[in-house]
Every structure is written in structure tokens, then in C-alpha cells.
């Protein structure tokens, strides 16, 4: 069975700095495509960043230049180092594999929630003064 666990969100002032992990296990073969996805409190769940197999990068444009996506293809773990944090990131934070299927090239389609097989349970990122 694939699982996949979040960990390191916390509460930080703006200007701070978190980095999350996920830990994907039960997995046969590397996901060819991973992702970071939030959802701010009322709001839909949107694409952040992410990764494919030769780890090749997207970004969605609001944390450009601020959050940096990593993966390590031998433990199967994702992570996500974000920096400069503001108000606006506040929410809670989804990583997503995908496992089978097409190869999925982190591109336009690597942002959309549809395109993952399997996601973590969430970890809450605040930030605030």
C-alpha cells in the first residue's frame, strides 16, 4: 500500500523560512512525477511546484524564486524548501506522486491535482506576525 507523509509545516513570522518533507513508501518504482500542492483556508487546492523523474522543475509563479523542490529518487523523498515566506502562503500543504501511467513532465499538467495517483495527509504551514 503507497503512503505518502508530510512533515515539517509549522508557524512562522513573514520573511521566515520551513522546509517539508514527504516520505513515499509501498511504491514499486519511483514516481515519475511528484508534487507540491496547498489549499489556503476557503479556497481550492492549487499546484506549487513540481518535480518529474529527471528532475526537471515547474513552479507556480507566486514562489518563484522563493520555494526550491527537490527529490531524492533512491529514498523516495520529496522536499520542499521554502524561504521569503509571506502571509499569502498560509495553507495547508499536499504532496502528490504520480506512480503509474503516462510519464508526467513537470510542465503545465504537473500542476493540476488531477494528474496524482496518491497524496499525503497535509501538513499546515502559518505564517504570521
Known amino acids: 500500500q503507497v503512503h505518502l507523509v508530510e512533515s515539517g509545516g509549522g508557524s512562522v513570522q513573514p520573511g521566515g523560512s520551513l522546509t517539508l518533507s514527504c516520505e513515499v513508501s509501498?511504491?514499486?518504482?519511483?514516481?515519475?512525477?511528484m508534487g507540491w500542492f496547498r489549499q489556503p483556508p476557503g479556497k481550492e487546492r492549487e499546484g506549487v511546484a513540481a518535480?518529474?523523474?529527471?528532475?526537471?522543475?515547474k513552479y507556480t509563479d507566486s514562489v518563484k524564486g522563493r520555494f526550491t523542490i527537490s527529490r531524492d529518487n533512491a529514498k523516495n523523498i520529496l522536499t520542499l524548501q521554502m524561504n521569503n515566506l509571506k502571509p499569502e502562503d498560509t495553507a495547508v500543504y499536499y504532496c502528490?506522486?504520480?506512480?503509474?501511467?503516462?510519464?508526467?513532465?513537470?510542465?503545465?499538467?504537473?500542476?493540476?491535482?488531477?494528474?496524482?495517483?496518491?497524496w499525503g495527509q497535509g501538513t499546515q504551514v502559518t505564517v504570521s506576525s
Open positions: 502528490a506522486a504520480k506512480e503509474n501511467g503516462p510519464y508526467l513532465y513537470a510542465d503545465y499538467y504537473s500542476m493540476l491535482p488531477a494528474q496524482y495517483n496518491y
Open positions: 518535480i518529474d523523474f529527471d528532475a526537471a522543475t
Open positions: 509501498g511504491v514499486p518504482d519511483s514516481p515519475t512525477c
